[in-house]
């Protein structure tokens, strides 16, 4: 009986002196894994695009914002034909605007897009104008338009403010 003790001990010692270098190989496969794991997400992060604050844009926007809204507040009270020269100005001005945003590719996409809704809302506003030379949509509804756009520009205009200044 000690030869069989002796003879099942030295198996399960055999037997763990196996196991030990498999739960190692285990745990270093699973370190591997978790390991590989985190280095992608961080190489997929660090993929992602920053967009860099850009004075340019910050200027194009604070400018394009003032004589936008004054503009559209003129609406009220003035002819259709006395503004068309502005609003061929300020229509190429954010046309102007948009193509130096969609030139800084996707990284800047947030900002492209702003200005094409505030493109799209002064757009709307022109349209209303020659369709109403008799203001009979109220004396003050090119106004409130006005605001509703300089709100526009004020959400585009923060978005580039928060961006990341530390280019150089």
């Known amino acids: ?5 002796t003879k099942g001990v ?3 010692v055999s037997s763990q ?3 030990l270098p498999s739960s190692t190989l285990r745990i270093g496969s699973l370190r591997q894994l978790i390991g590989g794991a985190v280095l992608a997400l961080l190489a997929g992060a660090c993929a992602v695009p920053i967009s860099f604050y850009d004075a340019t844009t910050y200027k194009n926007l604070t400018d394009l914002k003032v004589e936008t809204t004054i503009l559209v507040a003129s609406f009220d009270t003035k002819a259709v034909a006395e503004n068309e020269g502005k609003i061929s100005d300020v229509a190429m001005k954010l046309q ?7 030139g800084k590719g996707n990284a800047n996409g947030g900002t492209m897009l702003q200005l094409e ?3 799209g ?5 022109i349209d209303d ?5 008799n203001r009979t949509l109220g004396p003050k509804f090119f106004r409130e338009a006005a605001i ?3 709100q526009a520009f004020d959400i585009a205009i923060s978005t580039e403010n928060l961006k990341n200044k530390d280019k150089q």
């Open 1 to 5: 009986m000690p030869a069989g003790l």
């Open 10 to 12: 030295a198996n399960v």
């Open 17 to 19: 002196a196996v196991s």
């Open 96 to 102: 102007k605007a948009y193509e130096y945003e969609k």
């Open 117 to 119: 809704k505030i493109k």
């Open 121 to 125: 809302m002064f757009e709307s506003d």
């Open 129 to 133: 104008y020659r369709k109403d030379p």
């Open 148 to 150: 509703t756009l300089g």
